[in-house]
């Protein structure tokens, strides 16, 4: 098994999973605090970049330490605004090896640059490194990049390679990157590289968890795949290391509610209770709905009664979805009684778009 050492957030450039476990604290460095002297004049040439790189790569270790750390990243980020990336890598990588370090953000911005180019091995390469350097990178942005690079691309063997690192090394944090690269890869679309992942996944170390199922789940119902929405609900009654929670059985409902599937929207419902899950905002919205659209608004009310006796805050949309079915069955009496209700229903009495997000923002790892 590939062996990760973080013993410090130390950005670490070029080097390879197989090296990992020889990683050690770079020494004090007090270079940073240096005056702009030695190689400072190289860099205020104007030469080509070859040749200004070659001969940085060139100097020795303790004479590349007299250049201000200001120097280096200027000269990174030149590279990275005149897309040679190559150059920007290569420089970093010379760096490290002469333990100067970076901040993290040359990388960062080196990773949306191969993202924007669709480079696929230089986008792997860095998001690996950051991993070394952070354990995890914490802004979402980094996955974004390193997802955009495969778009336009059927290929994925830079990808799956990465992938089969992360699962195989000792970050404890390498589900919570997994998840994340699966979320990145849903925001940019690219739903066969999701499922892909996910595959994969359950032939590696790292087997997708309860968070895992949930976001392919997720992804599924957006794009209205419900079938396979129920083959993977499915999988995950099978999978003894995976238990069902209110965000599964809620994302399942409501993908079958947009899918006018009610008999089994109804049916979930029924399973979600009788499991001890207790329903909540989300799940009442969808089994209501389904409900009246389906001719049976006299559940539907005993539902929306109960919901109002657990405190549970009803939002304008359950209120209109109701008032609409009723009038369709042709009970306009209680139709009206509904909807002199939510007139006289003060707007802090009812759920908004702000208690669906927050909802969901409280289950998130």
């Known amino acids: 098994m590939t062996k990760w050492s973080i013993v410090k957030r130390i950005p670490v450039y070029g080097a390879s999973f197989n090296s990992m476990k020889h990683l050690v604290l770079a020494p004090a460095d007090l270079s940073w605090s240096c005056s702009f002297s030695g190689l400072h004049s190289l860099i205020n040439t ?7 790189l070659k001969k940085i790569v060139n100097h020795s270790e303790s004479e590349s330490k007299f250049i201000s750390k200001i120097n280096y990243t200027n000269l990174v980020e030149k590279y990275t605004r005149d897309g040679n990336l190559s150059g920007a890598y290569d420089l970093l990588q010379s760096l490290q090896e002469k333990n100067i370090c970076l901040p993290i953000s040359v990388s960062q911005n080196l990773l949306t640059a191969a993202g924007e180019q669709n480079d696929l091995k230089l986008s792997c390469r860095i998001f690996r490194e950051l991993l070394v350097s952070v354990g995890t990178p914490s802004s979402s942005d980094c996955y974004l990049n390193l997802a955009r690079a495969f778009i336009n691309t059927d290929d994925c063997t ?10 195989e090394s000792s970050l404890q944090c390498r589900l919570i990157v997994m998840n994340r690269i699966i979320l990145a890869f849903a925001e940019s679309r690219q739903i066969d590289k999701v499922l892909m992942i996910f595959k994969q996944m359950k032939e590696w170390q790292c087997k997708p968890d309860v968070i895992t199922y949930n976001s392919v789940l997720v992804i599924l119902g957006r794009a209205g795949l419900v079938n ?8 995950m009654k099978e999978d003894c290391d995976v238990s069902l929670n209110i965000i599964t059985y809620n994302t399942v409902l409501n993908g079958m509610k947009k899918a006018c599937r009610f008999d089994i929207c109804l049916a979930l419902y029924s399973e979600m209770v009788q499991c001890g899950i207790e329903p909540d905002l989300l799940s009442y919205t969808a089994v209501i709905d389904s409900l009246g659209r389906s001719g049976n608004t006299k559940e539907a009310l005993r539902l929306f009664d109960e919901m109002k006796n657990r405190q549970i805050r009803p939002s304008v949309y359950v ?10 069955s042709g009970d306009f009496q209680r139709a009206v009684q509904l909807s002199d209700e939510l007139k006289n229903t003060s707007s802090l009495d009812l759920a908004g778009p702000q208690d669906f997000k927050i909802h969901m923002r409280s289950h998130r790892r």
């Open 319 to 328: 209120y209109r979805a109701l008032i609409d079915c009723l009038k369709k």
């Open 158 to 167: 830079h990808l799956s390679s990465l992938l089969k690192e992360i699962s």
């Open 228 to 235: 396979e929405m129920l083959g993977l609900l499915s999988s």
């Open 46 to 52: 104007g030469e080509d970049d070859e040749e200004l």
